[in-house]
């Protein structure tokens, strides 16, 4: 039956002022009779545009039907035929501007709420699913460079179709940017870790303290007999504003500040990664890691938080749930403003942040209304930390290792977008590595190509 | 797990481990890191290779220890293991075509001047060694800085090993007397700026080795930024090698402060437990 309701069902979540103190998970998720309401707000429509709307191309009326039905487990079955990372997907995906975006429900009215079924069918798959058994081997081995959304995903549908898939992190832990960058509050680390575990149920191999580009390089990988090496290395490289003052102390990258949270847990006690107290708190960008940012500096017990950021709020890049859940929590925003300089005490850690007034003129090359200083404006903020969280490009390691891989002038690998082909034989890449800093889903979407066209290109005996 | 094979205290803060890491020890080159951390809960902590052995597949690395996490791992012995090692990271030391070359090195940063000592002995290098230590009881690694070097002086701050002094006063007068190519070294960052200060006047290039804080040691978190010719850098990925007489001492000093009150709690929290841990014994 048709639940005509013109607004999706709300999740319960935690109460802005109380989450705002801890790092558990902000929203509860549905229950199974919320995901049968909602489900049931479907029209399961014939040619299916949400679908186009989703980088990993998730059969979406065919699972929330499921759902309306009932049948959660042939819910999840239809997930996981796409989505490697369903319960990562379900909440951090920025579903308003791609499956939800095309939902005929939300011409008028909300969309039906892709996002929240998606995860409550990927957490009852966890609890209640059996993991996938490891397919029959075809014997060929592939190597997977980062074990972020890109490499995840790459390696659990190679690992699908038989390959003998050995996946290399830097890191001391796999998940990539889902366990150095989006905190506990957004993506609970134990759900990131049950997903890897069900890779590994697959039968991917996880080799960590791997640092490709300097413990082994990618020409050493094919040689080992690996045919084909996919590169999945994300944008590690933080950006900095090149502003005076910005080496004082007190000052972070976002990743600096968001790895020592999340992925060194310097916000749990005994934990031995410190994160310095910080109590007035300026974060520099409009972004996802923006809000991440911010939000955990809240919950380490910073008194006042802002986000400053140079365009206006239409202009943000950051989901739209984000900025709401930041500013019912108390986050300031200070809009149309950049930082020109931070000025610091006599022992060199950062007091203030210097401003100036911005105005939005015509839109630039990406579509948005171009930021131009007003001039003769100051604005000055009192703060003790600043985090700068404007974006970050790829980590120049294995570029700078494999001479025979191109890479364009912002540092990111030149690989096919449809396939992942690199100007290498056997070497593909996805991305944030290949496109700059963009989002899970998309990278998602990358290594899935890449491994389909690995495949191809195995069973065609180019490789 | 990453075994420790060999154990070796130097004196009461530093110490010696071996460690089975043979990815590691296949690449490892003069100048490189790796990141240690001990256990589950641990922080990555910047260490560098004093020495390794692709056949064996042995890392070695000497540290002091300076808060909970070295003290941590101080308390480790062979048999031990620690959670994780990764590397080698940082770009290797550019030692080829030194001929006459001076190595200072000052307390712990001799364990990092030996190897590339080592290596430049190895290569036919002429190479001199300055040591200085604050006292003679923490000298470590004496014989074996004789054995790669053509000439090894160890300072003393309070002479107590008979040849008192700061390494600069040795290294001023060596300067007078030999025309190096080049001065390296490594140590304390305010000994490093005043080798550099010392260098300068006879344009002996210098290169020091940079130890600041860093979080990942791959070029991801930009907390080891140093200024060098008003260029920022990375020390993790860009060094940590750099040319001395460009690099902002000051600021990598200020810098290397950031966490120094939480290390001496967290240190003084170590050192409690252990207390309460033999009280309970």
Redesign the interface.
């Known amino acids: 039956m048709l639940n005509k309701s013109t607004t999706k069902t709300p999740m319960p979540e935690q109460e802005p002022a109380l989450r705002a103190r801890n790092f558990e998970e902000v929203a509860f998720g549905y229950t199974q009779a919320q995901a049968k309401r909602e489900a049931e707000r479907c029209l399961r429509c014939k040619n299916k545009p949400c679908v186009s709307g989703c980088p990993v191309g998730v059969d979406i009326p065919a699972f929330v039907g499921a759902l309306a039905e009932g049948d959660t487990a042939a819910a999840a079955d239809v997930i996981r035929r796409a989505n490697a990372l369903p319960a990562v997907c379900g909440r951090v995906c920025p579903q308003e501007t791609q499956c939800e975006q095309l939902c005929v429900r939300g011409r008028n009215g909300e969309p039906v709420a892709i996002g929240r079924l998606e995860r409550y069918t990927a957490d009852w798959a966890m609890e209640y699913g059996e993991d996938e058994t490891p397919a029959a081997p075809n014997g060929v081995r592939a190597a997977v460079v980062g074990s972020g959304p890109a490499g995840l995903t790459c390696a659990g549908a190679l690992a699908r179709l038989g390959y003998a898939v050995t996946v290399f992190e830097?890191?001391?832990k796999p998940g990539g940017v889902l366990v150095?960058g989006i905190p506990e509050f957004r993506l609970p680390k134990a759900i990131v870790a049950r997903e890897i575990a069900q890779l590994e149920a697959r039968g991917v191999v996880i080799e960590?303290?791997?640092?490709v580009g300097?413990?082994?390089t990618v020409d050493e990988l094919l040689a080992e007999g690996y045919r084909a090496v996919f590169v999945g290395s994300g944008a590690?490289?933080?950006t900095?504003m090149?502003i005076p003052g910005?080496?004082l102390?007190?000052v972070?990258?976002a990743?600096?500040f968001l790895?020592?949270v999340n992925l060194?847990?310097a916000f749990e006690k005994?934990?031995?990664?410190?994160i310095?107290p910080v109590r007035r708190v300026a974060v520099v960008g409009g972004g996802n890691v923006a809000m991440d940012a911010a939000r955990c500096a809240l919950r380490l017990g910073a008194e006042s938080v802002s986000i400053v950021y140079r365009r206006g709020e239409q202009e943000m890049p950051a989901r739209a749930e984000e900025i709401h859940h930041a500013r019912e929590e108390g986050i300031a925003f200070r809009l149309l403003v950049n930082p020109v300089s931070l000025i610091g005490d006599e022992?060199?850690w950062v007091r203030e942040m210097v401003c100036v007034e911005m105005e939005l003129s015509e839109p630039d090359e990406s579509g948005r209304r171009r930021p131009v200083p007003k001039e003769g404006s100051r604005v000055t903020l009192p703060v003790d930390a600043v985090v700068m969280a404007i974006g970050s490009s790829p980590?120049?390691?294995i570029r700078q290792t494999t001479p025979d891989l191109a890479a364009n002038r912002w540092g990111c690998l030149v690989a096919d977008e449809a396939t992942g082909r690199t100007a290498k034989r056997g070497v593909y890449a996805g991305g944030d590595a290949v496109t700059g800093a963009a989002t899970v889903i998309l990278a998602m979407g990358a290594g899935q190509a890449a491994a389909r066209a690995i495949h191809e290109d195995i069973t065609d005996g180019r490789l | 797990m990453y075994r420790i094979v060999e154990a070796q205290r130097y004196n009461p803060q530093v110490k010696r481990l071996t460690v089975e890491a043979p990815?590691?020890a296949r690449?490892a080159r003069p100048g490189q890191f790796v990141m240690v951390?001990v256990d589950e809960?641990?922080?990555?902590i910047p260490l560098t290779i004093a020495d390794s052995d692709a056949a064996s597949g042995r890392v070695t690395i000497i540290f002091q220890e300076v808060g909970?996490?070295t003290a941590m791992l101080g308390a480790l012995e062979a048999g031990d293991a620690v959670?994780?090692?990764?590397?080698?990271?940082g770009v290797p030391s550019h030692l080829e075509g030194l001929g006459r070359v001076c190595v200072v090195g000052g307390g712990l940063g001799c364990a990092i001047a030996y190897p590339q000592a080592k290596a430049l002995f190895g290569m036919g290098a002429h190479v001199d060694i300055i040591a200085g230590f604050r006292s003679a009881s923490l000298i470590f690694l004496e014989e074996e800085m004789r054995a790669v070097s053509h000439g090894l002086t160890v300072c003393t701050d309070d002479g107590s090993n008979g040849c008192k002094g700061l390494v600069t006063d040795i290294l001023k007068a060596a300067l007078e007397k030999t025309d190096y190519d080049a001065v390296i070294a490594i140590g304390p960052l305010v000994m490093m700026k005043f080798v550099c200060l010392t260098t300068k006047p006879y344009a002996v290039p210098t290169i020091v080795s940079m130890n600041p804080i860093m979080?990942?040691g791959?070029?991801?978190?930009?907390?080891c930024?140093v200024?060098v010719g008003g260029e920022?850098k990375f020390a993790c990925?860009d060094g940590p090698d750099f040319d001395g007489h460009l690099v902002d001492f000051d600021?990598a000093m200020?810098?290397n402060?950031?966490?120094r009150a939480?290390?001496q709690r967290?240190l003084q929290d170590h050192i409690c437990r252990g207390e309460e841990r033999l009280h309970a014994q």
Not at chain 1, 208 to 211: A, D, I, L, P, S
Not at chain 1, 270 to 274: E, I, L, N, S
Not at chain 2, 218 to 223: A, E, K
């Open positions: 830097a890191f001391h150095y960590t303290n791997c640092v300097r413990t082994v590690g490289l933080p900095f090149g910005e080496n102390n007190g972070y990258s990743n600096e790895t020592r060194m847990r005994g934990a031995q990664t410190p310095q022992q060199g980590n120049p390691l | 990815r590691v690449r951390r809960r641990g922080e990555r909970c996490s959670a994780d090692i990764v590397g080698p990271l979080v990942d791959t070029g991801m978190c930009g907390c930024r200024t920022v990925v600021e200020r810098r402060t950031i966490y939480q290390e967290s």
